[in-house]
């Protein structure tokens, strides 16, 4: 008995310890704005699995300790460098990316300079790895009040670099302090430690039924663990068939082009293509929107509105591939030096062909992620980035009020076709004017990232309105939509380019042209972008791709979706929606997810075939290019 309370006792110990450095390893992937930075029910469950068992084998013999100690420190790099490679080049830890890492195109010696200018960002991350072996060898050694004062001290920094109030934070730190402190107190005895272990067990089972039974749907409850990702399997196959039930090829076929009624129809006008940087489906007049957005007048008369419009790649190198080639391409990520984009764009060549100027504006660097490539492959006639982008005492996305002038000097005598990206509304959330733009109260990143869109749409809506004082846009057809979508915690998820739930892959398309009778059109996505334009302005052309004209009625509703994150050869997420059923394979947590859209609502569905299911999106996967078998 008295084994047992001692061994509860050291596991509350070791348990407190660790918790803290769980907290900080996840606020440093966030870093990235990937996950959820909180703690999790799964969380607390891996951790108390991990305590309780290696207080454990440390009782059962001198050798089993040394073995869990070896083997849980190993675990405990592994799962720090997931979070600073996460940080760094969005892949998940495996065989594949650690043998990259130290021998790939990247290199060790170009590694280190990385991680290094990661820790420039987080700078508790470098203790990490050490305070947890730390741990596991003070526990080992039956060590336990300098595992108690090391415990403390970490409750005392996470308390301090947490991002969350000051009150919280002091809360946490005299919480961890006292729990990882109890053995240094006098005169409490063994036993009291050992009865408040045993009380986290219980209160933790009891909250593990809650959630069974009550299915609640806090964060807290459904956000997976991410600790157990690195013992889980690198590789993916995807079988030909599954149970007997035939695996059809899902998306369809790749497409000739198909002209519409409304061919040529708006012949000569101008293109304006506007995609704001992670804008999800927050603008009015989408359902429930909580921005009320002044470019969205522009569309008030003569609009087409998708009532659900998809980036099929939430990752701005990827959808802006998928834009230009009317193709799937695989995953840039996928490849050492991140530099592949899949077939040769030919929209852009078809409108120069047709007379069109084609303008590139971004107010981002157009350097990060080899994005530059990408828009070298495209052939813009001008391509101008952050650092083309003069000041003139204006700031962030402010700055593009000073290409005006060029803009017009370079399109003065012909069409053209301009593609306008901003900078503002990405992670980490600028807004300038928080005097003005603050309609949304509170200090977390949402609210944050809703009042950088309402910022980003004036100056976006300013910008055309000067650009019209100088060229006429009369004839001009104006699209607004999002590169990507954006997500704040749900199903664990924040950010962008880690996962396909819908708030990630829905954007907002809405078309104006005052030619045009509005509509709404009842799906889209980017492929749809380019034969669109080509259809109304009346440009022959033979590019074949997964893309139609939304003047077409008859369209098929079928998305493949993938993520640009990775677990072994395959993206880390990827989802089919077919009509109104939708279903996601998340690899990040092995987890397989069935929806239905019904009354504008995704429901989750029980899932009947997980292994059908499985198999159906690998299928999809490699029908498309997204995967190779080989390793």
Not at 230 to 243: E, M, Q
Not at 247 to 276: D, W
């Amino acid at each position: 008995m008295l084994t047992i309370t001692n061994m509860l006792s050291q596991s509350l110990v070791l348990f407190g310890a660790l918790l803290p450095l769980l907290l900080l390893n996840k606020q440093l992937r966030a870093k990235r704005g990937a996950l959820s930075k909180a703690a999790s029910l799964a969380d607390i469950n891996w951790l108390l699995l991990v305590s309780v068992g290696h207080v454990a084998l440390c009782h059962f013999s001198g050798i089993t300790a040394i073995v869990s100690t070896a083997l849980l420190s190993l675990y405990a790099v592994l799962i720090w460098l997931d979070a600073m490679l996460f940080v760094q080049y969005r892949i998940e830890v495996n065989r594949e990316t650690i043998m990259w890492f130290f021998k790939g195109t990247k290199g060790l010696m170009k590694g280190i300079p990385h991680l290094l200018e990661v820790l420039k960002r987080f700078k508790p991350a470098v203790l990490i790895p050490f305070m947890a072996i730390a741990c596991f060898i003070f526990a080992a050694m039956q060590m336990w009040a300098v595992t108690a004062c090391l415990g403390g001290i970490l409750w005392l920094l996470c308390g301090s670099f947490i991002e969350t109030g000051a009150k919280s934070r002091m809360i946490w730190a005299c919480i961890g302090g006292l729990l990882v402190s109890l053995p240094l107190i006098p005169g409490i005895p063994v036993g009291a430690n050992g009865i408040i272990m045993l009380a986290v067990i219980l209160a933790v089972l009891t909250l593990n039924g809650y959630a069974t039974v009550a299915k609640a749907k806090a964060e807290f409850f459904t956000t997976p663990s991410l600790l157990p990702n690195i013992l889980l399997s690198d590789n993916f196959s995807a079988p030909d068939t599954a149970d007997g039930e035939p695996l059809r090829p899902y998306v369809p076929a790749i497409k000739p082009t198909q002209k519409s009624e409304l061919f040529g129809h708006c012949k000569g006008a101008n293109v304006i293509l506007i995609t704001m940087e992670s804008l999800g489906c927050y603008v009015q007049p989408y359902d429930d929107a909580p921005v009320q957005s002044s470019l969205v007048k522009r569309f008030n008369a003569n609009r087409w509105l998708s009532s659900q419009h998809f980036s099929l790649c939430p990752n701005t190198t990827v959808s802006t591939n998928q834009m230009y080639t009317g193709l799937y391409s695989n995953n840039p990520y996928n490849k050492p030096d991140s530099a592949y984009y899949g077939s040769e764009p030919r929209y852009i060549k078809a409108l120069q062909q047709a007379g069109y100027h084609t303008l590139f504006l971004d107010s981002a660097n157009t350097g990060l992620y080899d994005y530059w490539k990408l828009l070298e492959r495209i052939g813009f006639d001008q391509v101008w980035g952050t650092d083309d982008i003069p000041a003139n005492g204006l700031t962030a996305d402010y700055r593009l009020w000073n290409m005006v002038d060029e803009v017009a000097r370079q399109v003065s005598d012909k069409p053209f076709f301009l593609h306008l990206i901003n900078d503002q509304t990405h992670m980490p959330y600028e807004v300038v004017d928080k005097q003005r733009f603050n309609q949304h109260q509170g200090s977390s990143q949402k609210a944050l990232y809703l009042n950088a869109v309402e910022e980003v749409d004036f100056i976006i809506d300013e910008f055309l309105n000067r650009l019209a004082e100088k060229v006429d846009l009369s004839d001009t057809l104006v699209v607004f939509t999002g590169d990507h979508g954006e997500s704040f915690g749900e199903y664990g998820y924040s950010f962008h380019s880690n996962s396909v739930i819908p708030e990630q892959t829905q954007v907002p398309f809405m078309l104006t042209h005052p030619k045009l009778e509005s509509k709404t059109i009842s799906h889209s996505s980017h492929f749809d972008l380019f034969p669109t334009f080509l259809d109304l302005l009346g440009i022959h052309h033979d590019i074949a791709g997964h893309g139609q004209s939304l003047a077409l009625d008859e369209r098929d509703k079928c998305y493949f979706f993938h993520s640009a994150t990775l677990k072994g050869n395959t993206p880390a997420n990827f989802s089919l929606l077919h009509e109104n059923d939708l279903y996601w394979f998340d690899r990040l947590f092995n987890q397989i997810y069935q929806f239905k859209f019904e009354h504008g609502r995704w429901l989750a569905q029980p899932v009947k075939n997980k292994q059908w299911v499985a198999s159906m999106l690998g299928h999809n996967l490699l029908s498309k290019g997204l995967i190779t078998t080989e390793q």
